[in-house]
């Protein structure tokens, strides 16, 4: 019997990349070309998956949703409000919980695989 949920292998999808440049009352340095390629949003539309990368720049970060990463490419620095920052390389996981403010800097430019769960809003 198939199953009503098909098992989703993300290097076998094609989907189109959305570019987009942050809003510029978020940027410290640069001016940041950003590309995600989202390949799975439940049913819900509070999780999704795919791909995200950054050409090099610096913004504010305010998460308003969990977040778990796997960098594939590149060298980003997550500074958080009490300035504790952590160098992120191709190779590293990590997980951006929400209510996480301070900043994200790319320093080489990145990709990652993320995962986001949102809660809805209240």
């Given at each position: 019997m198939p199953t009503a949920?098909?098992?989703?292998?993300l290097n076998d999808r094609v989907v189109d990349g959305e570019e987009y440049y942050l809003d510029a009352h978020k940027l410290i340095s640069g001016n940041p070309r950003q590309t995600v390629w989202n390949h799975y949003t439940d049913p819900t539309g509070r999780y999704?998956?795919?791909f995200w990368e950054s050409e090099v720049?610096?913004?504010h970060i305010h998460y308003t949703e969990e977040e778990t990463c796997h960098l594939l490419a590149g060298?980003?620095?997550v500074t958080d409000e009490a300035?504790?920052?952590t160098t992120l390389r191709a190779g590293d996981s990590f997980v951006i919980p929400k209510g996480?403010?301070?900043t994200w800097e790319v320093v080489q430019p990145s990709r990652k695989l993320y995962a986001?769960?949102?809660e809805p809003a209240r």
């Open positions: 949920y098909p098992l989703l292998k999704f998956s795919g720049g610096k913004w060298v980003s620095i300035g504790t920052a996480f403010k301070g986001i769960f949102e």
